[in-house]
């Protein structure tokens, strides 16, 4: 298969590095950084354009910080300069080349393909099962550890055999091997002990205390860093082969994978345990990835699937989803923040509003709309 050249150039057009500017200072959190940003913007253009154009791409350490809710992880974060950079990258070498590569299976940080779209299409397979089966089984994947587990070797062959365009590979595999800089697992260790050190002081339960000490560190030649854009695309090239082979090789036609998780469904029990078998030798074998078997099973629809934060099972021969309660105990918690940053003037109401029927419109794909009305009654 021909492989795309000519691609880098479209990192330092200008126009497209306004553009990306923009974007990404709308996303920024931190308004401080924002505000000096804005002061120089037209001197942070042109440098971003030098730099790119004459491939003077040396990274800045990220700042890395611990995020605790919804679960404790770790986040890694650039200077606004190379995080334009980061986005040209993801854009216009990454996604343009493997976008039209993906399957409709494959969910998640894709244009009009996330987690709806993911609902979406379970449902519309689910109501296409039951037509047919008074009872069919669902195989669920987890691969365990997924963006720390990524190998820099096979992701930058799988990357170079539709990428010729030598500029372009130089930059991607120096922000794959990003993650082999020592100060980046330094940094995670003292995160760690010192949010060990303030749970135990404030007798938190054992529960949280594991949560921050199965907080993997980085192997030499794994791994992708945690918040950068082209992360996410890498995390949808590593395993677009594994969707592939899913559909072409095993003829399972009803497949969905958000990221790292997989759905399949089939008739026959005993053909997902064989499907099972193949796809674990070939990611362990192929890719050097495990799966978590802990959440990995094959059940029954009677028994209900589990994903993008809802329930879904069958009853009276419809498609019912319910709120997870973890789901349930997040939108409550964000809600109270939301008028608590209201009520302190923090954010204002058209932002408030926003914020509101954001997740109004996401419960509404499940049957909560008691939950929507007391959380707002309160």
């Known amino acids: 298969m021909k492989r795309l050249n000519n691609l880098y150039k479209e990192t330092y057009d200008l126009g497209n590095i306004i553009n990306m500017t923009n974007k990404v200072c709308c996303k920024v959190r931190n308004k401080n950084k924002v505000e000096k940003f804005e002061l120089y913007k037209s001197e942070h253009i042109i440098n971003i354009k030098n730099r790119l154009k004459n491939k003077n791409i040396i990274l800045d350490k990220y700042n890395i910080f611990m995020i605790t809710d919804p679960k ?13 950079i980061n986005h ?44 047919k089966n008074d009872n069919f089984y669902i195989l669920k994947l987890d691969i365990s550890k997924y963006f720390y587990s990524i190998d820099h070797e096979v992701l930058k062959k799988i990357v170079s055999s539709k990428i010729k365009d030598q500029d372009s590979l130089n930059i991607i595999n120096n922000i794959i091997d990003s993650t082999n800089k020592p100060y980046i697992n330094e940094k995670i260790k003292n995160l760690k002990e010192t949010r060990i050190n303030y749970l135990k002081r404030i007798n938190a339960s054992e529960k949280l205390i594991k949560e921050v000490e199965e907080i993997p560190l980085y192997e030499y030649g794994k791994g992708v860093p945690i918040g950068d854009q082209t992360s996410q695309a890498f995390g949808l090239i590593y395993l677009y082969e594994i969707n592939h082979f ?16 997989f ?30 078997m802990k959440k990995t099973k094959i059940d029954s629809i009677k028994n209900s699937i589990d994903f993008l934060g809802f329930n879904f099972y069958i009853k009276n021969n419809k498609i019912i989803m319910k709120i997870r309660n973890n789901t349930k105990k997040k939108f409550k918690k964000r809600i109270k923040n939301l008028k608590l940053l209201k009520a302190n003037k923090l954010i204002s109401k058209k932002k408030y509003n926003m914020f509101l029927a954001s997740y109004k419109g996401h419960l509404s794909y499940g049957c909560c709309g008691s939950l929507i009305f007391r959380c707002l009654k309160e």
């Open 72 to 84: 404790c992880r770790i986040v890694m974060s650039q200077e606004i300069e190379d995080k334009i």
């Open 88 to 131: 040209l990258v993801a854009e216009y070498i990454l996604v343009k080349t493997f976008e039209n590569k993906y399957p409709e299976s494959m969910c998640a940080t894709r244009i009009g393909k996330g987690t709806h779209y993911g609902i979406k299409l379970l449902k519309k397979y689910l109501n296409e099962m039951k037509s």
């Open 246 to 261: 899913i559909k072409e090789k095993l003829h399972i036609k009803y497949l969905i994978n958000y990221m790292d998780d």
């Open 263 to 292: 759905i399949i469904i089939h008739h026959d029990k005993q053909y997902l345990k064989y499907c099972l078998k193949e796809i674990k030798n070939k990611l362990e074998n192929e890719y050097k990835l495990k799966l978590n």
